[in-house]
């Protein structure tokens, strides 16, 4: 076969991937409304929320996860969690960062001062109730992981990952609680949520299967077409999500959500391929992954808490997180050599 048919025969299958993956977003919204909801309701923080509201945040990476380990393709899923551990954080930033660089966003009434200070704005609990409880769960992954005796992911450890999941929902759901809201649930709302995680399954599983079709055209491995290829289109939707939030006046919300979800994603969004084990093959990547996983994760928590006397990141924060992205990008392309 000719490379030009093979780049025609690609067109396809890449426009079933973004189509996929926009259709999960979609299902992941609709499921997120009533969890929002719900955090008004029972008066959780907006910081600590987004343990609650990141389970449909990272639906679509649960999704894809579940239809990689169902088709026999886990390595799909895993490049996506690695992917999407990684590279979503400064991306996230970045899309929060320039969706504030407007005169005034409602409800900020020293929004002017922030412009002129460089800063994005976070509230300061989101350091502790978010970035480290993040950062002891990707300390538990490694574990899971790394050591020879139980190297891979077994399907003992969906069970140590689900326990995980409830630890981190529970210190979230009780630390700052507030006055709960007043909230009116109607029935069409429900049966869009309902509607939104069907919408989820089906479109992460043609997503995954449309990966598979590209990968085998490109000639790479899965596991470097879930990192490079599916992550990315998968993060789209969640920085036009992430940009209409912080232009919303959620400045919080939208840049805090990225942590909720990752740390459903290394815990929940885990166990289907723990389920069907998961063995290791490039522990060079694998350990790089990690390392700039949790660099990535104590340098978001910690430019929040110590980075400016008012809480958030400053540009050159911004922009060393987008540093810290590329080299990530550039050492796991020389480890898939």
């Not at 996230?92 to 922030?114: F, I, N, Q, W």
């Not at 326990?163 to 981190?168: H, S």
Request: charged share 10%; hydrophobic share 50%.
């Amino acid at each position: 076969m000719s490379s030009d048919s093979s780049w025609w025969n690609l067109l396809p299958w890449a426009a079933v991937l973004l189509g996929s993956l926009w259709t999960a977003h979609w299902g992941a919204e609709q499921f997120a409304r009533p969890l929002r909801k719900l955090r008004r309701q029972w008066g959780i923080s907006v910081a600590a929320g987004g343990a609650l509201v990141g389970l449909a945040a990272a639906s679509p990476e649960i999704g894809i996860n579940a239809s990689s380990a169902w088709r026999g393709s886990a390595d799909v899923g895993f490049g996506v969690t690695l992917g999407s551990n990684i590279l979503a954080i400064p991306l996230m930033v970045a899309t929060a960062y320039l969706a504030s660089r407007t005169k005034r966003l409602p409800g900020d009434s020293e929004h002017r001062e922030h412009l002129q200070q460089r800063l994005l704005r976070v509230e300061r609990s989101a350091a502790t109730v978010q970035a480290l409880p993040y950062l002891a769960i990707i300390g538990l992954f490694a574990l899971l992981t790394v050591p020879a005796p139980w190297r891979g992911l077994q399907p003992l450890d969906a069970l140590i990952l689900l326990g995980a999941y409830a630890i981190y929902l529970a210190q979230a759901l009780f630390r700052k609680k507030e006055r709960g809201e007043r909230v009116e649930w109607q029935g069409k709302e429900i049966a869009f949520a309902i509607g939104g995680v069907a919408a989820v399954a089906g479109g992460t599983y043609f997503a995954v299967m449309a990966t598979e079709r590209i990968v085998e055209t490109l000639g790479i491995s899965r596991i470097i077409g879930g990192l490079f290829i599916t992550s990315p289109v998968a993060m789209m939707p969640e920085m036009v999500a992430t940009w209409t939030l912080v232009r919303s006046g959620q400045t919080t919300s939208g840049v805090t959500s990225v942590v909720g979800d990752h740390a459903v994603v290394l815990t929940l969004g885990l166990m289907p391929l723990a389920l069907v084990s998961l063995p290791i093959e490039n522990m060079g990547l694998f350990v790089t992954s990690l390392v700039f996983m949790f660099a990535m994760g104590a340098s978001y928590g910690g430019f929040i808490h110590f980075g400016a006397s008012t809480h958030g990141f400053l540009r050159w924060q911004v922009l060393t997180l987008l540093g810290l992205g590329l080299c990530y990008v550039a050492a796991a392309i020389a480890w898939a050599q």
